[in-house]
């Protein structure tokens, strides 16, 4: 304290700071606020609850979360606000204004704070590290996201069916699969979403928008998180590990999917025939399989197909474009599924393994298949004679014995 005093010229009062420069002409409470959270002085403590704070108007603005004083009003739409820095953020939803402007790419923000934020994406500062890791990240959000992967936490709990997740974003996203109501309707097909952004995002499917270029290679995204996958695609980066079996994923929503596979959870259950889903996406194709329901259309033959990711495919078909290419061998696939099995071929791999017998498998599917000799579990019935079957190849061999098809 008195190094500091001493260097900037502080004095302290009562409940107040007075501070002068060395030359002692100008008052400057900012500059002395900010070298407070150098010393980690923190002077202005709360008596509700006997926390301290760096400054006062921090003191003020936490006191109002024990009176629940919200003084500022909006005269556009009502809603009340603790501080007047907070009011005139929020008019800024209404009137659309953009003050801050990003010199590099154009982009504008209707807060300070997230241009300095934005700028990082161009000069690839990281300041916030892990110093567990060492990893480092660009925003403090994202550093305490990480913070999380080291403790096992899931602070976040849904109320109706008691699954735990690590970060608040996949907790929302996850109650989704809870509401009923989807009020943002796609006038094209019909679909139907319980968010407009959603809404939003699914409209680019239709028209083909992809907004989001990778500055490496050239290549257009849909959304913004897909983006970011694919960047990881470059750096080869897996910051997300499964304290299972030591796995490494790109996303934290792809390391929650696969520890379900460690667990057996399947949180998605379809309510016509009750069948279970590890992912949400996987419910919403199986409920097509009843529906009947083909939204998709090719716009150059008429096929119609239940998943855009099977038109997308299909199109391929047309142009003969294979975009998935093979750094070892040279060669190319027009499906990534594929492409991700040949890659193993090279590998060796075989990430799939039967708990019964313990043999492994390149693919999940075999794995699945080979289950089926355990269970005993035969699908795919035959609707001539009844006959049952464990695999799709055997019944269409079989089928043969009633069409009088030679073998």
């Known amino acids: 304290m008195e190094t500091l005093e001493n260097t900037y010229g502080l004095t302290q009062g009562r409940n107040h700071l007075n501070v002068w420069t060395v030359e002692g002409a100008s008052h400057n409470r900012n500059l002395t606020n900010h070298q407070w959270t150098h010393t980690g002085v923190k002077l202005f403590k ?5 926390k301290s704070f760096n400054t006062r108007g921090v003191l003020k603005n936490h006191q109002w979360t024990h009176t629940g004083q919200k003084t500022y009003e909006c005269m556009e739409c009502g809603k009340s606000f603790r501080s007047s820095d907070h009011l005139t953020l929020h008019h800024r939803t209404h009137t659309g204004e953009k003050p801050f402007k990003c010199m590099d790419c154009g982009k504008s923000f209707a807060h300070n704070g997230n241009l300095r934020k934005h700028l990082r994406t161009h000069t690839g500062e990281k300041p916030f590290k892990c110093m567990e890791c060492g990893k480092s990240f660009s925003q403090s959000s994202s550093l305490n996201r990480h913070h999380q992967t080291h403790m096992g936490k899931k602070p976040y709990k849904c109320m109706q069916c008691g699954l735990i997740f690590s970060m608040s974003r996949q907790l929302r996203v996850h109650r989704r699969s809870h509401a009923v109501e989807k009020q943002f309707k796609c006038v094209e097909c019909g679909k139907s979403f319980t968010y ?3 809404l939003s995002n699914h409209q680019r499917s239709h028209i083909g928008e992809k907004p989001f270029k990778c500055i490496e ?18 750096t080869r980066e897996k910051q997300f590990k499964c304290m299972e079996c030591g796995k490494s994923f790109r996303s934290d929503e792809h ?4 520890h379900r596979t460690h667990t057996g959870e399947k949180p998605f259950k379809c309510m016509v025939c009750g069948k279970s889903f590890t992912h949400n996406g996987n419910l919403r194709k199986h409920i097509w399989t009843h529906t009947g329901e083909k939204l998709f259309k ?3 033959c008429g096929k119609s197909f239940t998943h855009n990711r099977n038109l997308r495919k299909h199109l391929w078909t047309h142009t003969g474009e294979k975009p998935f290419k ?5 060669k190319s696939f027009t499906d990534n599924g594929n492409f991700r099995k040949h890659l193993q071929t090279h590998t060796g791999e075989k990430p799939f393994k039967c708990m019964d017998c313990g043999k492994s ?14 269970t005993g579990e ?7 004679c009844g006959k049952s079957f464990s695999q799709s190849s055997a019944i269409n061999k079989h089928h043969q014995t009633h069409t009088g098809e030679s073998l």
Request: hydrophobic content about 25%.
């Open 46 to 50: 709360c008596m509700e609850c006997g």
């Open 196 to 198: 407009k952004a959603s």
């Open 217 to 234: 290679c050239g290549k257009s995204f849909t959304l913004n998180g897909n983006l970011r996958n694919h960047q990881r695609t470059h």
């Open 255 to 258: 390391l929650t999917l696969h």
């Open 298 to 300: 090719c716009m150059e």
């Open 326 to 330: 093979c750094m070892d061998c040279g």
């Open 361 to 374: 498998f390149t693919h999940k599917g075999d794995l699945r298949k080979h289950l089926r000799i355990h």
């Open 378 to 384: 035969k699908p795919f019935k035959c609707m001539e």
